[in-house]
């Protein structure tokens, strides 16, 4: 994945030298597509004239043709040009609702080409989103030389609005993975789509751009009747995810509804508390298998629960009594490190180690050390966090077990929250002792896991790799918890 290439001044200087000149000897202005039309503070086909800016973030090359994008980042609109070429050359601009994975609603915008006796000719003003159908969107600039039929793009890129810094960016570009028909992150994701919809809450919280807040009651209303209702289902692990995202509505908007439903969650989760291996919440409701994530959430959702109703006792004595009983499990390895759960035997099952097993658990115990005030957790989670930033880091950042170089499916997931818990703890502390190792992981990921539209791959290092809502999550919950 690629950096921001930096701006191409001269080359832009050159093209509008040209375009000048031909307008000044009469030739033809650029025509408009038979688009469908979007009007924000301005509507699309604006003159680039008016444009009181010019940023050039991407460019690239046909037959010795440049083709740039460029964007009046004032207005959010973008045109496309293409120089050092000749009449018949072509450019226009592609338009993206989805991150780039489709254009066919948005393709050849400003279609034009050079007029005779020039060299080089541009697009009008097109806009980035539709802030009228809650579109983020993504624009790039494409072209081709006069009787060829090669064609190139440049990569993806989009204005700063919405995008001012890099967690803004990082949340802008997650958001158009939000579908807005299911109101689900990635078309039907479910429990990857609650810990979408967290870094997004969180982000607003810690950057104050409130722009996505729209998405807590639309995937609230569109899918509180989905599966078995309330956002719970069969698996006692998904259920817990959308309790903590309801939780962090509840604290971004006040709103009781989604308190109340988070209070659902847990219950169910509760119902499915058992005597197998002593204790503890099963994963499944088809069987008795007993796993770390699954109780860790149900830790972590009990005590937030117990500090946002006044008066409670009963979140409180399961919080109690689930770390009582979680902490004696066995899942926890000699080296502080947390397997994935427990054998049919009731001991350690011995397998991976994921990183969202050694994350989820430092909120929990720092929700409950809120409740109770008993500093022995805080030492318990500083211990875990301790053994998780060193035994999960390669090459200078965290490293999910066995990482591969896709972004679909779910273990893209599990580095944010892993991150999101350990942020959680550290701003507990009052050393803030991992400061500097999120600081330094979200330095490397920007630096050398991003491209032109601020999307993110699996390797905060650096490397191989798609992007997709998974990633592109998990490396927001970092940016946040970096600040």
């Known amino acids: 994945m690629r950096a921001m290439r930096p701006l191409r001044i001269a080359v832009l200087a050159a093209v509008l030298t040209t375009m000048s000149t031909a307008v000044a000897q009469g030739a033809a202005a650029p025509s408009a597509s038979a688009a469908t039309t979007i009007c924000n503070k301005y509507c699309d086909t604006r003159d680039p004239a008016l444009s009181p800016g010019d940023r050039q973030p991407v460019s690239t090359t046909i037959s010795s043709r440049s083709i740039v994008l460029h964007f009046d980042d004032t207005d959010a609109m973008a045109w496309g040009s293409i120089g050092n070429g000749g009449a018949g050359d072509e450019v226009w601009l592609d338009r993206s609702m989805d991150g780039g994975r489709t254009w066919s609603d948005g393709s050849k915008l400003g279609d034009t080409t050079v007029p005779s006796g020039q060299g080089g000719w541009r697009t009008l003003m097109y806009n980035v989103d539709d802030w009228n159908t809650e579109g983020v969107g993504a624009v790039r600039a494409c072209g081709m030389a006069a009787g060829s039929s090669a064609i190139a793009c440049t990569s993806w890129a989009r204005t700063t609005w919405n995008a001012g810094d890099r967690r803004t960016a990082a949340a802008t570009a997650l958001m158009m993975s ?35 807040k729209y998405a807590i009651n639309e995937t609230y209303d569109a899918n509180i009747n989905a599966q078995g209702g309330n956002f719970t289902n069969g698996y006692l692990d998904d259920t817990g995810w959308w309790g903590l995202a309801w939780v962090d509505a509840y604290d971004m908007t006040g709103d009781s509804r989604y308190l109340n439903t988070a209070r659902a969650d847990a219950d169910h989760m509760y119902d499915n508390w058992n005597s197998t291996c002593g204790g503890g919440v099963r994963w499944s409701t088809d069987g008795e298998y007993k796993n770390a994530i699954t109780n860790e959430l149900f830790l972590y959702l009990t005590a937030a629960l117990h500090n946002r109703i006044s008066g409670d006792t009963t979140y409180l004595s399961r919080a109690n009594t689930e770390w009582s009983w979680f902490q004696n499990s066995g899942m926890i390895n000699g080296s502080h490190m947390i397997n994935d759960g427990l054998s049919d035997a009731c001991v350690n099952n011995g397998q991976t180690t994921w990183t969202y097993n050694q994350g989820v658990v430092l909120g929990g115990l720092t929700e409950l050390y809120k409740a109770t005030g008993n500093s022995g957790l805080l030492d318990t ?38 991150v999101r818990g350990l942020g959680k703890l550290n701003t507990q502390l009052s050393d803030h002792p991992y400061a500097a190792d999120l600081s330094a992981w979200a330095n490397s990921a920007y630096t050398k896991d991003r491209n032109s539209l601020d999307q993110y791959g699996p390797h905060w290092a650096g490397g191989a790799g798609t992007s997709d809502y998974g990633c592109q999550q998990s490396v927001l919950d970092l940016l946040n918890a970096a600040g």
């Open 178 to 212: 939000y579908d807005r028909g299911t109101k689900l992150f990635g078309g039907n994701g479910w429990w990857t789509s609650a810990n979408a919809l967290t870094a997004i809450i969180d982000n607003a919280r810690v950057s104050g751009m409130g722009s996505y």
């Open 381 to 418: 989670a500083r211990t875990l966090a301790n053994a998780s930033t060193s035994t999960l880091q390669s090459g200078g950042v965290l490293r999910e077990p066995g990482e591969g170089d896709s972004c679909t499916g779910d273990g893209p997931s599990f580095k944010g929250a892993y």
